[in-house]
Protein backbone atom coordinates (compact mmCIF):
# COMPACT_ATOMS: atom_id res chain seq x y z
CA UNK A 1 0.00 0.00 0.00
CA UNK A 2 1.22 3.24 -0.99
CA UNK A 3 1.38 5.98 1.80
CA UNK A 4 -0.65 9.61 1.47
CA UNK A 5 2.59 11.26 0.46
CA UNK A 6 3.35 8.95 -2.57
CA UNK A 7 -0.46 9.52 -3.64
CA UNK A 8 -0.35 13.07 -3.13
CA UNK A 9 3.30 13.21 -4.80
CA UNK A 10 4.61 14.86 -2.35
CA UNK A 11 8.39 14.61 -2.17
CA UNK A 12 10.63 15.23 0.87
CA UNK A 13 12.38 18.55 0.67
CA UNK A 14 16.26 18.49 0.31
CA UNK A 15 18.06 19.30 3.61
CA UNK A 16 19.48 22.65 3.49
CA UNK A 17 21.81 24.41 5.42
CA UNK A 18 25.40 23.86 6.77
CA UNK A 19 27.04 20.45 7.80
CA UNK A 20 27.89 20.61 11.29
CA UNK A 21 31.67 20.25 10.32
CA UNK A 22 31.57 23.30 7.49
CA UNK A 23 29.29 25.11 11.04
CA UNK A 24 32.14 24.54 12.89
CA UNK A 25 34.87 25.67 10.77
CA UNK A 26 32.90 29.26 9.86
CA UNK A 27 32.26 29.98 13.44
CA UNK A 28 35.89 28.68 14.15
CA UNK A 29 37.30 31.21 11.42
CA UNK A 30 34.69 34.02 12.37
CA UNK A 31 36.41 33.97 15.74
CA UNK A 32 40.22 33.76 14.56
CA UNK A 33 38.89 37.03 12.29
CA UNK A 34 37.13 38.27 15.26
CA UNK A 35 40.59 38.30 17.25
CA UNK A 36 42.58 39.58 14.56
CA UNK A 37 40.01 42.36 13.92
CA UNK A 38 40.21 43.06 17.39
CA UNK A 39 44.38 43.24 17.77
CA UNK A 40 43.85 45.10 14.60
CA UNK A 41 41.32 47.92 15.93
CA UNK A 42 43.37 48.41 19.10
CA UNK A 43 46.67 48.78 17.89
CA UNK A 44 45.70 51.74 15.20
CA UNK A 45 43.48 53.12 17.27
CA UNK A 46 46.85 53.50 19.64
CA UNK A 47 45.20 51.76 22.66
CA UNK A 48 48.32 49.74 23.15
CA UNK A 49 51.89 50.53 23.49
CA UNK A 50 53.38 49.83 20.17
CA UNK A 51 56.42 48.44 22.41
CA UNK A 52 54.16 45.81 24.05
CA UNK A 53 51.50 45.41 21.75
CA UNK A 54 52.83 45.76 17.99
CA UNK A 55 50.91 46.25 15.04
CA UNK A 56 49.69 42.91 13.02
CA UNK A 57 51.88 44.87 9.83
CA UNK A 58 54.93 44.77 12.60
CA UNK A 59 54.44 41.31 13.20
CA UNK A 60 54.03 40.07 9.39
CA UNK A 61 57.23 41.95 8.72
CA UNK A 62 59.14 40.68 11.71
CA UNK A 63 57.47 36.79 10.35
CA UNK A 64 59.50 38.09 6.98
CA UNK A 65 62.42 38.99 8.31
CA UNK A 66 63.38 36.22 10.46
CA UNK A 67 62.23 34.07 7.28
CA UNK A 68 65.00 35.46 4.70
CA UNK A 69 67.48 37.39 6.98
CA UNK A 70 67.17 35.14 10.34
CA UNK A 71 67.47 35.74 13.91
CA UNK A 72 70.79 35.14 15.69
CA UNK A 73 72.13 33.47 13.11
CA UNK A 74 69.41 30.82 11.88
CA UNK A 75 66.52 31.03 9.88
CA UNK A 76 63.08 30.64 10.97
CA UNK A 77 62.55 27.15 9.46
CA UNK A 78 65.90 26.03 10.99
CA UNK A 79 64.63 27.55 14.57
CA UNK A 80 61.48 25.35 13.85
CA UNK A 81 63.23 22.31 12.42
CA UNK A 82 65.75 22.60 15.52
CA UNK A 83 62.51 22.55 17.96
CA UNK A 84 60.31 19.74 16.24
CA UNK A 85 63.58 17.47 16.20
CA UNK A 86 63.52 17.98 20.03
CA UNK A 87 60.21 17.09 20.62
CA UNK A 88 59.69 14.61 18.32
CA UNK A 89 62.81 12.50 19.39
CA UNK A 90 61.03 13.03 23.19
CA UNK A 91 58.00 12.42 22.61
CA UNK A 92 58.41 9.36 20.40
CA UNK A 93 61.08 7.92 23.03
CA UNK A 94 57.98 8.95 26.04
CA UNK A 95 55.39 6.89 23.91
CA UNK A 96 57.70 3.46 23.60
CA UNK A 97 58.29 3.90 27.45
CA UNK A 98 55.08 4.96 28.57
CA UNK A 99 52.36 3.35 26.69
CA UNK A 100 53.81 -0.20 27.58
CA UNK A 101 54.32 0.75 30.97
CA UNK A 102 50.40 1.73 30.82
CA UNK A 103 49.50 -1.48 30.09
CA UNK A 104 51.64 -2.96 32.50
CA UNK A 105 50.45 -0.92 35.84
CA UNK A 106 46.43 -1.06 34.27
CA UNK A 107 46.48 -5.29 33.92
CA UNK A 108 48.90 -6.06 36.72
CA UNK A 109 47.61 -4.19 40.30
CA UNK A 110 51.04 -5.09 41.85
CA UNK A 111 53.14 -2.93 39.19
CA UNK A 112 50.41 0.14 39.40
CA UNK A 113 51.13 0.03 43.40
CA UNK A 114 55.20 0.20 42.63
CA UNK A 115 55.47 2.93 40.14
CA UNK A 116 52.15 4.91 41.07
CA UNK A 117 54.05 6.54 43.75
CA UNK A 118 57.08 7.95 41.46
CA UNK A 119 55.10 9.21 38.90
CA UNK A 120 52.01 10.74 41.04
CA UNK A 121 55.15 12.73 42.65
CA UNK A 122 57.43 13.75 39.94
CA UNK A 123 53.82 14.79 37.59
CA UNK A 124 53.51 18.07 39.35
CA UNK A 125 56.65 19.33 39.90
CA UNK A 126 57.17 22.72 38.03
CA UNK A 127 59.29 22.12 34.59
CA UNK A 128 61.85 24.91 36.01
CA UNK A 129 62.48 23.55 38.84
CA UNK A 130 62.96 20.02 37.28
CA UNK A 131 65.32 21.59 35.11
CA UNK A 132 67.82 22.91 37.05
CA UNK A 133 68.54 19.24 38.55
CA UNK A 134 68.29 17.72 35.21
CA UNK A 135 71.34 20.15 34.19
CA UNK A 136 72.99 19.20 37.54
CA UNK A 137 72.76 15.99 36.31
CA UNK A 138 73.15 15.86 32.79
CA UNK A 139 74.78 18.93 31.80
CA UNK A 140 73.66 22.25 29.79
CA UNK A 141 73.64 20.12 26.60
CA UNK A 142 71.13 18.22 24.45
CA UNK A 143 70.25 15.42 27.14
CA UNK A 144 68.74 17.72 29.75
CA UNK A 145 66.37 19.49 27.09
CA UNK A 146 65.73 15.74 26.04
CA UNK A 147 65.38 14.82 29.31
CA UNK A 148 63.06 17.01 29.86
CA UNK A 149 60.44 16.90 27.30
CA UNK A 150 60.62 12.94 28.12
CA UNK A 151 59.49 13.55 31.28
CA UNK A 152 56.46 16.42 30.56
CA UNK A 153 55.18 13.78 28.33
CA UNK A 154 55.44 10.40 30.23
CA UNK A 155 52.89 10.69 33.16
CA UNK A 156 50.05 11.87 30.62
CA UNK A 157 51.02 8.49 28.54
CA UNK A 158 50.88 6.25 31.50
CA UNK A 159 47.58 7.51 33.15
CA UNK A 160 45.75 7.55 29.93
CA UNK A 161 46.88 4.15 29.07
CA UNK A 162 46.24 2.91 32.43
CA UNK A 163 42.67 4.54 32.16
CA UNK A 164 42.14 2.93 29.10
CA UNK A 165 43.25 -0.74 29.83
CA UNK A 166 41.24 -0.90 33.18
CA UNK A 167 37.72 0.42 30.76
CA UNK A 168 37.61 -2.52 28.34
CA UNK A 169 35.03 -5.14 29.11
CA UNK A 170 36.98 -8.01 30.74
CA UNK A 171 34.13 -10.41 28.78
CA UNK A 172 36.22 -9.49 25.95
CA UNK A 173 39.93 -10.61 27.99
CA UNK A 174 37.57 -13.71 28.92
CA UNK A 175 36.48 -14.46 26.08
CA UNK A 176 40.03 -14.51 24.21
CA UNK A 177 41.43 -16.40 26.98
CA UNK A 178 38.27 -19.47 26.67
CA UNK A 179 40.00 -19.19 22.70
CA UNK A 180 43.41 -20.22 24.07
CA UNK A 181 45.36 -16.75 23.59
CA UNK A 182 48.50 -16.52 24.78
CA UNK A 183 49.48 -12.83 27.23
CA UNK A 184 50.85 -11.65 24.14
CA UNK A 185 48.11 -12.17 22.01
CA UNK A 186 45.71 -10.95 24.32
CA UNK A 187 48.04 -7.33 24.53
CA UNK A 188 48.20 -6.99 20.93
CA UNK A 189 44.63 -8.26 19.98
CA UNK A 190 42.26 -6.78 23.17
CA UNK A 191 43.79 -4.34 25.09
CA UNK A 192 45.49 -2.37 21.93
CA UNK A 193 42.45 -1.93 19.77
CA UNK A 194 40.32 -1.37 22.25
CA UNK A 195 42.24 0.78 24.31
CA UNK A 196 43.81 2.71 21.15
CA UNK A 197 41.31 5.98 20.97
CA UNK A 198 41.87 6.30 24.61
CA UNK A 199 45.35 6.17 24.17
CA UNK A 200 45.40 8.20 21.12
CA UNK A 201 43.24 11.24 23.14
CA UNK A 202 46.16 10.64 25.73
CA UNK A 203 48.99 11.17 23.29
CA UNK A 204 47.53 14.21 22.36
CA UNK A 205 47.15 16.00 25.79
CA UNK A 206 51.00 14.85 26.39
CA UNK A 207 52.11 16.16 23.09
CA UNK A 208 50.41 19.26 23.62
CA UNK A 209 51.88 19.83 27.45
CA UNK A 210 55.64 18.55 26.01
CA UNK A 211 55.37 21.59 23.68
CA UNK A 212 54.23 23.79 26.41
CA UNK A 213 57.53 22.85 28.31
CA UNK A 214 59.42 23.56 25.34
CA UNK A 215 60.11 27.31 25.72
CA UNK A 216 61.82 26.18 29.08
CA UNK A 217 63.78 23.10 27.97
CA UNK A 218 65.36 25.74 25.45
CA UNK A 219 66.23 28.78 27.60
CA UNK A 220 69.53 27.13 28.83
CA UNK A 221 72.33 26.90 26.85
CA UNK A 222 70.39 26.81 23.26
CA UNK A 223 71.49 28.89 20.01
CA UNK A 224 68.55 27.47 18.39
CA UNK A 225 64.61 26.62 18.45
CA UNK A 226 61.54 28.53 18.62
CA UNK A 227 61.47 28.64 22.26
CA UNK A 228 64.96 30.13 22.29
CA UNK A 229 64.28 32.58 20.08
CA UNK A 230 60.69 33.67 21.35
CA UNK A 231 62.81 33.58 25.51
CA UNK A 232 66.06 35.94 23.68
CA UNK A 233 63.69 38.73 21.84
CA UNK A 234 61.94 38.94 25.03
CA UNK A 235 65.11 40.25 27.13
CA UNK A 236 65.51 43.21 24.28
CA UNK A 237 61.76 43.78 24.51
CA UNK A 238 61.31 42.76 20.57
CA UNK A 239 57.40 42.45 20.80
CA UNK A 240 57.06 41.75 17.03
CA UNK A 241 59.23 38.92 17.22
CA UNK A 242 57.85 37.25 20.37
CA UNK A 243 54.52 37.35 18.88
CA UNK A 244 56.05 35.73 16.06
CA UNK A 245 57.19 33.02 17.50
CA UNK A 246 54.18 32.23 19.69
CA UNK A 247 52.46 32.55 16.59
CA UNK A 248 54.25 30.11 14.70
CA UNK A 249 54.81 28.02 17.74
CA UNK A 250 50.74 27.55 17.81
CA UNK A 251 50.20 26.59 14.66
CA UNK A 252 53.36 24.56 14.59
CA UNK A 253 51.59 22.84 17.65
CA UNK A 254 48.30 22.77 15.86
CA UNK A 255 49.34 21.05 12.71
CA UNK A 256 51.10 18.10 15.26
CA UNK A 257 48.10 17.59 16.40
CA UNK A 258 46.19 16.95 13.18
CA UNK A 259 48.99 14.88 11.98
CA UNK A 260 48.58 13.02 15.50
CA UNK A 261 44.93 12.73 14.20
CA UNK A 262 45.89 11.19 10.90
CA UNK A 263 48.11 8.59 12.08
CA UNK A 264 45.04 7.51 14.48
CA UNK A 265 42.58 7.50 11.63
CA UNK A 266 45.08 5.63 9.78
CA UNK A 267 46.11 3.05 12.58
CA UNK A 268 42.79 2.73 14.16
CA UNK A 269 40.37 3.12 10.99
CA UNK A 270 37.46 1.97 13.68
CA UNK A 271 37.62 5.09 15.22
CA UNK A 272 36.78 7.31 11.77
CA UNK A 273 33.02 7.25 13.18
CA UNK A 274 33.72 8.60 16.61
CA UNK A 275 36.11 11.45 15.21
CA UNK A 276 33.50 12.58 12.48
Known amino acids: MSSLSDRLHIRPRPKRGLS ?14 FLFALWLIVT ?10 PSPLAVAQAFVMVVTEGYQGHTLLEHVATSLYRILVSFGIACVV ?5 ILMGVSETANAL ?7 YRPLPPLGLYTLLVMWLGIGESSKFALLF ?8 IATIQA ?10 AARSLGASTRVIILSVYLPAAGPTILAGMRISLGFTYTVLVAA ?6 AGIGWMIWDAAKFLLSDIVIMGLIVLGLTGIALDLVMQALGRLLMPW ?5 Q
Open 20 to 33: RRNRSLLLSGATVL
Open 44 to 53: EMGLANPLFL
Open 98 to 102: GIPLG
Open 115 to 121: LRPLIEF
Open 151 to 158: LAALPGLI
Open 165 to 174: VRNIDPVYVR
Open 218 to 223: EIVAAS
Open 271 to 275: TRADN
